[in-house]
């Protein structure tokens, strides 16, 4: 089988009622996470999407276009997480 990993967008205080401190400390939490992630994959050999660079502005918070409410994906933020993964799972098939 294959297996596909990706990393954790972060959230932003657009649109969003989530108090910025608290933002702050889950980027910085998913900012290790991510770390962590990145080393599994590429110690196991897994497919690897780095959506936080993808999605992510380079403090770490997620783009405010591809959010609906600072955490949750806007359809801006699905469709690219979906076309970002969409060649390399068809092309599994």
């Known amino acids: 089988i294959t297996v596909y990993v990706n990393t954790i967008a972060g959230v932003t205080t657009a649109n969003s009622s989530v108090d910025a401190a608290l933002i702050s400390r ?44 600072g955490v949750h994906f806007s359809a801006a933020g699905n469709q690219i997480w979906y076309d970002t993964l969409r060649p390399s799972v068809e092309a599994a098939f």
Not at 37 to 44: D, T
Not at 51 to 56: D, E, F, G, Q
């Open 26 to 69: 889950m980027n910085t939490n998913m900012a290790v996470a991510n770390d962590i992630i990145r080393n599994v994959s590429e110690a196991r050999g897994l497919k690897l999407f780095d959506m936080a660079i993808v999605m992510n502005n380079p403090d770490g918070t997620l783009k405010a276009e591809y959010s609906a409410d």
